[in-house]
């Protein structure tokens, strides 16, 4: 009787356990999305021209290109002074294109809710679907998603999109802009009930250090007949996807509608964002009707808080943090306007490096994928909307849509882009025309109303080039949050009597000018190009500006000059410079061949020029220890030697073995120097803090070019058709050192899982393609893209060229 009593108790008790471990177990399962998000980029057709009866299913494509997006054709072509583009868009081809897909939907989603969304098409794109027209996006920058639902096919019937993309209007931009559908774009399928595009708003109204205020408004739409009752749950989930806090709410929303809700919740002892640690939330937002998820949604969530101020400048989370900003075109070298992550992220990366914290997207609305990496990576982002208004710059460029389309471009772009930590300051344009009349000012109030409408989270800006008072009508407006001057430093000094108790900011600043390699070495006086007045133009032969911080644009002045005025001024909140990278189009000072800027910090295959150490040595904590030029030159020829250098109190420079003496930079330098006569040998120098070695740097004097070298910039690459790795190919003598004026055509040949997609060596003036599997090397380099085409297979590349020994490397594909 008792061992009965006690196996049946022993029995209920581990019947208890079980069905609290299968309690337990159920909780911890993991809810499945129900949001479905394709990507939509591949086995697309392709074709050059005008064929407005693509748009019929029957239509033929079978002489047409198969590719994958994001595509830019113009990047494709070759180089001419008669394309209508001119040499400020790059000198490369325009013109119409179109794309078509064909591609089925699976059965099970019949009833949902799809639609198509794109992130860019360069520029006038009109879409169809099984021959409906959806609509045109005149704004080549703008992201937009179209409602596919009603004309879609499911199961095994095809559908097929159609895509006209019109960049014939030529020119319309002051730089390259690329031609095609050049970002991604996906397909989404939800259930009727849903999130709407860009329904999240997050902000952080309220942030202490032991607790932040988290606010979100949802826009939920019911695409169906029927009254909705449903269950909103926002969850707040760490960096470890571990669960910080959850809101959940019951609502109603009515037929064929979308509906606002508010909720609000706090998150105790909060990881702030910042530059140093770009720390990330997500939001996961659901929508339940009973017990059923319908819908789910990610976003992503920075804590943090920042100011400017009229007297001190900017503060990030209370600390103060002076803005160490660039200005990046969108173009991302060799591969044109193609928004690859891969290739945003290095250049990104580039610039943190040399001790960058922030961004300016000049002048247009950016790709996801940038605001994405910056949220990541800790980039402060300003995000420009329009470089013209009304006026226009060029013949053909926004101005033309302004009237019927800047009110939703630029709503649009706030909606898209109010989520991202990074983002902490709107532009509504750049160098804008209105400044000098009174139109601006009820244009300004207007543009300023439709942010602040969408986010008064931030505050609004506009990069202005009058800086008095009374001459400027974007200022006089009133409506500007943070007043953004472009060059002048000169004047700097000046603005807080002339603009009291306004915060500042130098929205655009520098304007120097070097060609990566190259060295006038006669003489280091400030030269101002182009010459302004119509004074007569003394440039290069070759194209070519001195590698020395020495030439600048009219308008602006060089690197060192700008910092030296910008560090020690506290109003001034910071300063973004033209430009971090070299961009194609704008070739300042030289007329064709000349193709590309000759601005940046970093030249177009992404190859640092000196001035690249000076920010550094000054922005960032790595010990820095650079010298210039290289070490061939003619026998007597005075050289300037200059050095950069930070973590130390003194610099030596030894030739031969034979110190020229120690210096030290006084006052406001920012670089030494020596004038030396040229002996072939070596320089050396070393750099010292009380009286200890920190670092020492060695240039030698090459011998004739003998061999090829190549760097990767990582191992391997991911089998996805996206994933890239930048191969530098350098010309060295027998003893490695880089032969500094080497012009040698090499040949590059790849095997396996990835295929050349980019080609370039940073010379503004190259016509050669950027798509060729050749390339000449300048002053020693070059540069080699490869993507992954999709194999498993290691990647075998391998570079010659005549009387070269050659090189080759492998790549291993994950």
């Known amino acids: 009787m008792n061992k009965t009593l006690n196996q049946t108790k022993i029995f209920s008790l581990l019947l208890l356990v079980s069905l609290f471990l299968a309690c337990n177990k159920t909780e911890d399962v993991v809810e499945k999305d129900v949001r479905i998000v394709e990507d939509f980029n591949f086995n697309w057709n392709f074709k050059l021209g005008d064929f407005p009866e693509a748009i019929q299913s029957n239509f033929t494509t079978t002489d047409w290109r198969i590719l994958n997006l994001p595509h830019d054709w113009s990047i494709e072509g070759d180089f001419s002074e008669e394309h209508p583009t001119k040499p400020e868009g790059g000198a490369l081809p325009a013109g119409i294109g179109w794309y078509r897909k064909t591609f089925t939907l699976p059965a099970d989603w019949n009833g949902k809710s799809v639609s198509v969304e794109f992130d860019g098409a360069y520029r006038n794109s009109e879409v169809w679907i099984n021959g409906h027209y959806l609509g045109k996006r005149p704004y080549g920058y703008i992201s937009f998603a179209y409602n596919l639902t009603d004309y879609v096919h499911f199961g095994t019937q095809e559908n097929v999109i159609a895509v006209k993309v019109d960049n014939s209007l030529q020119p319309n931009s002051r730089w390259y802009t690329g031609s095609g559908i050049y970002r991604n774009v996906r397909l989404v399928a939800t259930e009727n009930l849903y999130v709407d595009h860009w329904g999240i708003y997050v902000t952080t109204p309220k942030v202490l250090k032991d607790k932040a205020t988290v606010a979100f408004e949802t826009t939920i739409k019911n695409d169906s007949t029927g009254k909705r009752v449903f269950k909103l749950v926002n969850t707040i989930l760490d960096s470890d996807d571990l669960e910080v806090v959850v809101s959940e709410k019951i609502d109603t929303i009515q037929p064929n509608t979308s509906y606002v809700t508010r909720q609000q919740m706090e998150v105790l002892n909060p990881v702030l964002w910042s530059v140093e640690n770009p720390y990330l939330y997500t939001v996961k937002t659901k929508i339940y009707e009973g017990e059923t998820l319908v819908d789910n949604y990610e976003t992503p969530l920075g804590i943090r808080y920042f100011s400017f101020n009229a007297k ?52 247009n609305p950016s790709s996801l994928e ?37 009110k939703r471009d630029l709503q649009d772009l706030i909606r898209r882009d109010r989520n991202n930590p990074s983002v902490m300051m709107w532009s509504i344009g750049n160098e804008i025309r209105e400044q000098f009349d009174s139109t601006g000012i009820a244009m300004t109030k207007d543009l300023v109303k439709i942010v602040k409408s969408l986010d008064q989270t931030r505050p609004v800006t506009c990069a202005l080039t009058e800086n008095v008072p009374e001459k400027n009508f974007i200022y006089q407006s009133g409506a500007l949050d943070l007043l953004g001057f472009n060059y002048k430093h000169e004047d700097y000094g000046t603005f807080p009597e002339n603009f009291k108790g306004q915060k500042i900011i130098a929205s655009e600043s520098v304007s120097a000018l070097e060609t990566r390699g190259h060295y006038d070495v006669t003489s280091s006086d400030i030269k101002f190009w182009p010459p302004a007045h119509n004074e007569p133009f ?9 590698a020395y911080d020495n030439v600048a644009a009219y308008w602006g002045t060089t690197h060192e000059e700008n910092w030296k005025t910008v560090k020690k001024l506290d109003y001034i909140a910071g300063t973004f410079i033209w430009t971090g990278f070299d961009y194609i189009g704008e070739p300042i000072p030289y007329p064709y061949p000349a193709r590309s800027s000759y601005f940046g910090i970093v030249d177009l295959a992404g190859l640092p020029k000196d001035v690249y150490y000076m920010y550094q040595s000054e922005w960032s904590d790595t010990n820095v220890l650079h010298v210039l030029p290289h070490w061939n030159w003619s026998l007597g020829q005075e050289v300037d030697v200059w050095a950069y250098y930070n973590n130390a109190d003194e610099i030596e420079l030894f030739v031969n073995g034979n110190s020229l003496g120690v210096k030290s930079k006084k006052g406001e330098d920012l670089h030494v120097s020596w004038k030396v006569k040229y002996e072939p040998g070596t320089i050396k120098v070393v750099s010292r803090k009380v009286g200890q070695v920190v670092l020492e740097k060695e240039v030698h004097t090459a011998g004739v070019a003998s061999k090829l070298v190549l760097e990767a910039d990582k191992s391997t690459i991911k089998k996805d058709n996206y994933d890239l790795v930048y191969v530098t190919v350098e010309v060295n003598d027998d003893q490695g050192n880089l032969s500094p004026r080497a012009d040698n055509l090499i040949h590059f040949e790849v095997k396996g899982g990835g295929k050349i997609v980019g080609v370039d060596n940073g010379y503004q003036a190259s016509l050669e393609s950027f798509k060729a599997n050749k390339r000449k090397a300048y002053n020693g380099k070059c540069v080699v893209i490869i993507q992954s085409n999709g194999k498993a297979e290691n990647i075998q590349f391998k570079a010659s060229s005549k009387g070269l020994i050659a090189a080759t490397i492998q790549i291993e594909v994950e």
């Open 312 to 363: 001190k400048g900017f503060s990030l989370n209370g600390v103060p943090t002076k803005i160490h900003g660039v200005c990046l075109h969108h173009d991302n070298g060799a591969l044109g306007a193609v928004a690859n992550k891969h290739a945003i992220k290095r250049k990104l990366q580039i610039m943190k490096d040399m001790g960058v914290n922030a961004i300016r997207v000049a002048h």
């Open 370 to 406: 940038l605001l994405q990496l910056c949220d990541e990576m800790g980039l402060i982002v300003q995000v420009e909307a329009f470089d013209v208004w009304k006026k226009r710059k060029v013949k053909n460029d926004y101005n033309l849509e302004w009237d019927e389309w800047y």
């Open 538 to 546: 003394d440039g290069n032969d070759d194209f070519t500006v001195s």
